[in-house]
């Protein structure tokens, strides 16, 4: 399905940007519009209510609103000294489709084009064409999802997709909120999406052990790429999957269910918007364990936004049996599973959660996954710690 036609654009780098590149062909005020008006889409704000008083709260939305424009102007002096050869730029990638604006991503990149409402995903030219089709697939399948982005289009001789572009501001949950309102917001608003995922497709049953060991040897074989001469931090992810894999093995081998997650369900993929809360990013959907959704979003705020693992242990013991207690009036089999066997969905989500990542390492050069990988390392062994010692 495809209605681009065969024309090369070129999005070019403007100093004091980080991520963004600006499409040379549009015209100088379609950037203007989008630089003003749109603003900062990319970057959204997370609207939070500030305990501040009003003055100081003018000062600084009139300081920030200064440095805005600034900021804007700048830019668009160097775009039109680019756009009339003015000025020689340095930094630029040649893509297939037209838009105002499009950032790196896993993959290969994101073109935002605002007029027509789209963000189209061109992938890079050594990722192949099954991994290409696979992304199409789930994302048609996502689709049907109503808080999620629709695919519209796509090409797979071109290399790009199309999906609706959502605009909102970035949930509270994104900045570490205290116990208390993350709570609250888990009870009254997460719980609805999560509950509605896991029903969205029949659950899997799958012995526990046997899916471990299937998930390591996937992991392994993806280390096994790296040279031998790789830094420690390569060596300590086996270590650290072996010894949860031989948890698992004492526990026993019970059976588990899989049900269809969003993969990467973290407030960072999470928009308010006038509609209501809108999730994007569904790359990674797909069947995972049955509290890989909710794992994921309480331990990306030690992993990510350096929130103490002891503060985490006490909201997941306040939320895990709430979740559960929601969940038995639509799945109580799963419910039930969860409630005779945490320390096994827990120690689950610990390996599926690495594999995820070292997957993503290995092809993403955009960001520093091995840091991540490793803050997740560590705060999995500070909750199993507490864990111990709570008997949990």
């Known amino acids: 399905m495809s209605s681009h036609q065969s024309v090369i654009f070129q999005y070019i780098k403007i100093p004091s940007e980080n991520k963004r590149l600006f499409c040379l062909e549009q015209n100088i005020l379609v950037l203007a519009w989008m630089l003003f008006f749109i603003k900062d889409s990319l970057t959204p704000m997370v609207r939070v209510d500030s305990k501040i008083s009003r003055g100081r709260l003018l000062v600084r939305q009139m300081h920030s609103y200064l440095g805005f424009v600034k900021s804007n102007v700048r830019c668009l002096g160097f775009f039109l000294g680019y756009k009339l050869q003015l000025l020689s730029w340095e930094g630029g990638v040649e893509l297939p489709c037209y838009g105002q604006i499009c950032v790196p991503i896993h993959k290969g990149y994101k073109i935002f084009d605002f007029h027509r409402g789209v963000a189209i995903k061109v992938f890079d030219h050594d990722v192949n064409a099954y991994a290409i089709r696979e992304e199409i697939e789930i994302l048609k399948v996502v689709s049907r999802i109503e808080f999620a982005s629709s695919i519209k289009k796509w090409s797979l001789k071109e290399r790009w997709y199309e999906e ?28 609805p999406y999560l509950t509605h995922l896991m029903l969205f497709q029949k659950p899997i049953s799958k012995n526990a052990v046997e899916h471990a060991l299937d998930r390591n040897r996937e992991l392994r074989s993806k280390l096994s790429s790296k040279p031998a001469s790789a830094g420690s931090e390569y060596q300590r992810i086996p270590l650290f999957i072996d010894s949860i894999v031989n948890r698992l093995q004492t526990e026993g081998n019970y059976p588990i269910f899989l049900v269809f997650a969003h993969g990467d369900f973290v407030p960072a993929n999470m928009l308010n918007t006038q509609h209501g809360m809108r999730i994007i990013d569904w790359e990674g959907a797909g069947y995972w364990s049955a509290l890989f959704d909710f794992y994921s979003y309480f331990f990306y705020r030690p992993a990510c936004r350096e929130v103490p693992v002891s503060k985490l242990g006490s909201e997941v013991m306040k939320a895990l049996p709430m979740f559960i207690s929601k969940l038995t009036e639509h799945a109580p089999e799963v419910s039930s599973s969860l409630k005779a066997l945490e320390k096994t969905y827990r120690w689950i989500f610990y390996i599926e959660m690495i594999y995820r990542l070292v997957d993503r390492q290995m092809t993403d050069t955009n960001l520093d996954v091995m840091h991540y990988i490793q803050e997740y390392i560590k705060a999995f062994n500070l909750y199993e710690d507490l864990a111990i010692g709570k008997n949990v």
């Open 164 to 191: 609706e572009y959502v605009n909102g501001t970035l949930d509270s949950s994104y900045k570490p909120l205290d116990s208390v309102a993350l709570l609250e917001k888990f009870v009254n608003e997460i719980i």
